[in-house]
């Protein structure tokens, strides 16, 4: 049998990141994936050059049952550590968007650096290999540790003092996503808060779409607001008009916060105050048809199909301005401002750039990860702590790892 100091399961971003670091700090680590390749969200993630972290991050940009855990581990390896790391390995890289910051290349570029620092680390790969039962035992041949985990595997038993589990969420099970984390969790009596789709496109019911259907593929920046009158999340960025509903930044983001059966609230035009502007045109004597008016201040083809949505004010919303009533115009602005709609659904985890939910973090040590059950550890996705969209994910992977990976070094060297 096989001996090793940790085993972690789960070759994405926190698994290597925390493979990489407790390798330097004097640990043999084995880090074992079902996949062939290894980081296969990295190398999607951001189009290709993966928004890898921000540079303004706080617990605030996190959202789980206790969102503050999340607090330690990010003060204690920040986006500078990270930045710092990506500049030693020369990848060049760049602010894209609030703080965003992306690969100037290839997120391959990342995922050739962690594997470079495993190296550094003298980690061992297993990879691709299944995983069939883990066992604990409280006699433990590992001088100062006092756990010992058995992990049965196709490539035979191997035996750790800890064993990390960084297998991230359902999101994408094309590419390896597993609920082996979960499953975990639970065999060892932790608890796992119901997980759902996060950062997810949303959809709406076919019949009531169908004027919008004809919309897809426009973008336009929005302010969305969850539909709630307690505790309302607000964003202000682009959406996109789908064949089955809504997706962009604003909706992803909103997503996370969005309940079943609740509305969203939509300003489509926040930059304008579209009725003053109406009512302003017709006082000047305005000809022009309202939606021509109308496309000045938003997307001709979403002034197009909102006018045709009036048919409660006569077919006002087709007259010239000049002719239309002050209060079809008011109407026609004020909805626009407070468009008030209620999702159906989501695009599911086949869409979902995360997973929300996941193993309790009342169950976790917030200094550690390590969980109630002696020397079993719990980092990145597969963890109750979820991100907004813009980076703040991988920081919470790397975080997690980090904090993961100096604990293994303290109470196993
Ligand atoms: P991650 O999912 O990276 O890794 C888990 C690993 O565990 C995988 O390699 C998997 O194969 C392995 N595994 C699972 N089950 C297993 C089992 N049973 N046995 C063995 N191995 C198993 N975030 C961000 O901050 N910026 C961004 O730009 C993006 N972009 C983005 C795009 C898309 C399309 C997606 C789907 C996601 C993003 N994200 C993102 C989110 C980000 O990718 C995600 O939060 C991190 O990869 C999570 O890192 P983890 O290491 O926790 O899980």
């Known amino acids: 049998m096989q001996e090793f100091d940790v085993a972690i399961v789960g070759a994405g ?5 925390c493979a990489s670091v407790a390798g330097q700090l004097g640990l043999r680590v084995v880090l074992i994936d079902h996949s062939a390749r290894v980081a296969e969200k990295i190398r999607i993630s951001g189009g290709g050059r993966s928004n890898f972290t921000n540079t303004q991050v706080s617990a605030a940009n996190y959202l789980g049952q206790n969102p503050r855990f999340a607090k330690s581990a990010l003060a204690r390896y920040t ?3 990270f930045v710092e790391l990506v500049r030693k390995h020369g990848i060049g890289f760049h602010e894209k968007h609030k703080g965003q910051l992306f690969c100037d290349q290839s997120a391959q570029q990342l995922i050739d650096m962690l594997l470079a620092e495993c190296t550094a680390g003298g980690v061992t790969h297993w990879q691709p290999c299944a995983l069939h039962s883990v066992r604990f035992s409280a006699s433990s041949p590992f001088g100062k540790s006092a756990s010992c985990y058995e992990i049965d595997s196709e490539r035979g038993t191997l035996r750790c003092a800890a064993l990390v589990v960084a297998t991230g969420g359902l999101s994408i099970p094309k590419i390896g996503a597993s609920n082996w984390g979960y499953r975990i969790a639970r065999q060892f009596d932790l608890p796992v808060v119901p997980t759902r789709p996060a950062l997810v496109p949303l959809t709406f019911d076919a019949a009531a779409w169908a004027p919008f259907a004809e919309l897809s ?3 336009l920046p929005v302010e969305i607001a969850t539909g709630g009158k307690k505790d309302t999340m607000r964003f202000q960025e682009d959406l996109l008009f789908t064949h089955r509903g809504l997706s962009g930044p604003a909706v992803l983001q909103i997503s996370s916060y969005w309940q079943s059966g609740t509305p969203i609230r939509l300003n489509l035009a926040p930059s304008n105050v579209v009725a003053e502007q109406l009512l302003q045109a017709k006082a000047e004597g305005n000809r022009r048809k309202i939606a021509n008016v109308l496309a000045a201040l938003v997307p001709s083809r979403l002034a197009d199909t909102w006018v045709a949505r009036g048919p409660q004010y006569g077919h006002e919303w087709n007259r010239p301005v000049n002719e239309a009533s002050d209060k079809s115009l008011q109407a026609l ?8 709609l209620t999702p159906t659904g989501t695009e599911g985890y086949a869409k979902a750039e995360v997973t929300a939910g996941g193993v309790d973090t009342a169950a976790l040590s917030s200094q550690s990860m390590e969980s109630r059950q002696s020397g ?3 980092i990145g996705e597969v963890v109750d702590i ?13 975080s997690s790892a980090f904090a993961c990976a100096q604990a293994l070094a303290a109470s196993l060297r």
Not at 13 to 17: D, I, P, R, T, V
Request: aromatic share 26%.
């Open 376 to 378: 079993l550890y719990f």
């Open 217 to 219: 593929g426009l973008s």
């Open 386 to 398: 979820t991100g907004w969209l813009g980076g703040y994910n991988f920081q919470w992977a790397w």
């Open 13 to 17: 971003a926190a698994g290597l990141f």
């Open 79 to 81: 986006p500078r550590d």
């Open 333 to 340: 602005g004020e909805q626009l401002a407070r468009w008030e």
